[in-house]
């Protein structure tokens, strides 16, 4: 296996791990209208990921430098090409960022309101354009033979990546939901779980339709195998959640969104985004990686900071491993 090979593998690690953890971030966020009814349980929800959401944030960060620098052709189209809803997203995570830090600074109901507003959308509208963004790069995008982007916005709006924006969005709300099920105690917990089989009936039935779609389009016997272990686990998730297994629930979604994330990069490769104009246009693994010398330096760099990256999050969700409810939440933040 060539290192260019290796570091579109890396890639696809660093990406899975941002869904699964920020998956369920985001879905906590939209349940802090969907599923909390008043202020208390809006802090419970914000409180299962306050000391983690940032954390989660790196993987993106990670995921976007290791693509700069492995493939800085692939980078520099994808970031040009799908410049609006990149920046879209952007612009969420900033925002959602200070809402977390800013809702409590004021005891005011109309400041904390507004904020939590802030986070509600914020965790909503990044949670649905990484599907259309992904959607539209599994299934090909206009490049002409300079590697451009030659389409519209308009054009990555297309039925395709619109349905994997809804797939993402309700399969991120359903990993958030087990989530806080597992990490809330009360009555919170229970309407957590009966939301959940809402939620997750809704993506079962999306998610099948576009890994299909996906399947029948482009994919192998590996997709297959993905497309299987998704359908699968996403089953399994929602029995375990009837059975009160909170915590084999929340395994089993976050196995549902690697399968799900792995069957995206099993269909590219050797793509990292083909083109429907010409496949001779497509940028791959080959034509859009960095030198063999940098690549070299980047597995070395990759061996040594990683291990420590992965030790220092697990302590952290660790050390907040315990479940909370309104009791724990102070009459006052101030």
């Known amino acids: 296996m060539e290192l260019h090979d290796v570091w579109f593998v890396l890639i696809a690690v660093l990406w899975t791990g941002y869904f699964f953890l920020e998956g369920f971030d985001f879905g906590v966020g939209v349940l802090t209208r969907l599923l909390a009814r008043d202020r208390a349980e809006k802090r419970v929800l914000v409180n299962t990921i306050g000391p983690v959401w940032d954390g989660n944030e790196v993987w993106l960060l990670t995921a976007g430098g290791a693509t700069f620098a492995a493939f800085p052709e692939w980078y520099a189209t994808l970031f040009s090409g799908f410049y609006l809803p990149l920046l879209a997203i952007l612009i969420c995570l900033i925002v959602r960022g200070v809402a977390f830090e800013y809702r409590a600074k004021r005891p005011e109901e109309t400041w904390q309101r507004n904020w939590e507003t802030a986070i509600f959308w914020t965790s909503l509208l990044p949670a649905f ?3 259309v963004a992904f959607g539209n790069i599994v299934r090909g995008v206009k490049l002409d033979a300079d590697f451009e982007y030659v389409g519209t916005v308009f054009d990555l709006l297309n039925p395709y990546a619109l349905l994997g924006g809804l797939v993402t969005l309700t399969l991120f709300t359903f990993h958030g939901t087990v989530f806080t099920a597992l990490k809330t105690v009360g009555e919170i917990r229970e309407r957590a779980r009966k939301l959940a089989l809402k939620v997750g ?3 079962a039935v999306l998610a099948s339709v576009f890994l299909l779609w996906t399947q029948i389009e482009s994919g192998d016997g590996a997709g297959l195998v993905a497309l299987g272990v998704a359908v699968a686990s996403l089953v399994a998730a929602l029995a375990a959640n009837q059975a009160g297994r909170e915590g084999w629930s929340f395994t089993l979604s976050g196995v549902t969104i690697v399968a799900t994330v792995a069957m995206f990069f099993l269909t590219l490769f050797p793509n990292v985004m083909p083109s429907t104009l010409d496949p001779e246009w497509s940028l791959t693994v080959t034509n859009a990686s960095s030198s063999p010398y940098t ?13 420590l990256v992965l030790l220092y999050q697990g302590w952290t969700y ?3 491993r315990k479940r909370i409810g309104t009791q724990h939440i102070a009459d006052s933040v101030h």
């Open 295 to 307: 690549l070299k330096i980047m597995t070395w760099l990759a061996v040594i900071a990683t291990p």
């Open 129 to 131: 354009l990484w599907g």
């Open 318 to 320: 660790w050390v907040f």
């Open 201 to 203: 009936l809704v993506t």
